[in-house]
């Protein structure tokens, strides 16, 4: 079946520190990758998506790269902000997943904090 | 504005009550669908809607029901409400593998 792994957290970086969220998934078919972000009291929000391999992903100064050799979607960013603080997913589509489903396989999640 | 909206958004019930969360979207997405997020365990899909008259089960379908009469609605049903459903649940919509929307979450506790 399929299965996403992240580094759970939490992360707590100091503002304008780099961001590194490790994901690595496993996948039947040829899926496509996504990172999700929940901010406090909110539901989720695409973040950043890539639907092939060595495509990047890229949103809000996060980047994701594709990588299917290691089978791999890390997140990151070069310099956080208080404002990223936010529970980050990361979850893959795979159009094998049974009868038709576009299910989400999502991770567990990586809370991250910043602090000024 | 597109949005994904739930019903309450908060409730806090007893064991075996039946209860709704309705879930309503105005993007005329075909595909709706149901998580539950438990700590430690992220998200898991409960039961899904490929379009009107068409669902199927997700992951965790016990002690669900779902339905979908029109396009637009996707309520979830819990017939007999157990404390192990207390729990942290998103209604999502969206058309086919495209981005799916979430709603802001209904926090379900039963006691």
């Known amino acids: 079946g399929n299965s996403v792994t992240q580094m759970e957290g939490p992360v707590t970086l100091s503002e304008e520190a780099f961001l590194t969220i490790n994901c690595t998934y496993t996948?039947?078919?040829?899926?496509?990758l996504f990172w999700y972000v929940q901010y406090p009291g909110e539901g989720l929000q695409l973040l950043l998506k890539?639907?092939?391999?060595?495509d990047k992903g890229s949103n809000k100064g996060f980047e994701a790269t594709y990588r299917k050799e290691t089978t791999s979607f890390h997140l990151e960013k070069g310099s956080v902000q208080v404002s990223d603080s936010a529970v980050y997913f990361c979850?893959?589509?795979?159009?094998?997943?049974?009868?038709?489903?576009?299910?989400?396989?999502f991770g567990k999640g990586t809370k991250l904090s910043v602090i000024p | 504005e597109a949005q994904v909206t739930q019903n309450p958004r908060y409730l806090i019930t007893v064991t075996g009550k039946k209860l709704t969360v309705t879930c309503s979207q105005n993007?005329?997405?075909?595909?709706m669908s149901w998580y539950r997020q438990d700590p430690g365990l992220g998200l898991r899909q409960i039961y899904y809607?490929?379009?009107?008259?068409?669902?199927d089960k997700g992951d965790v379908p016990e002690g669900y029901k779902v339905s979908r009469k029109e396009k637009r609605n996707f309520p979830l049903i819990l017939e007999s409400p157990s404390p192990n459903q207390t729990s942290l649940y998103f209604c999502?919509?969206?058309f086919g593998r495209g981005e799916q929307f979430f709603g802001p979450g209904t926090r379900l506790t039963v006691l």
């Open positions: 996948a039947t078919g040829y899926p496509s």
């Open positions: 979850a893959l589509s795979d159009r094998y997943s049974g009868a038709g489903s576009y299910q989400l396989t």
């Open positions: 993007m005329n997405h075909e595909y």
């Open positions: 809607s490929m379009n009107v008259e068409v669902t």
């Open positions: 999502a919509s969206s």
């Open positions: 890539a639907t092939k391999a060595d």
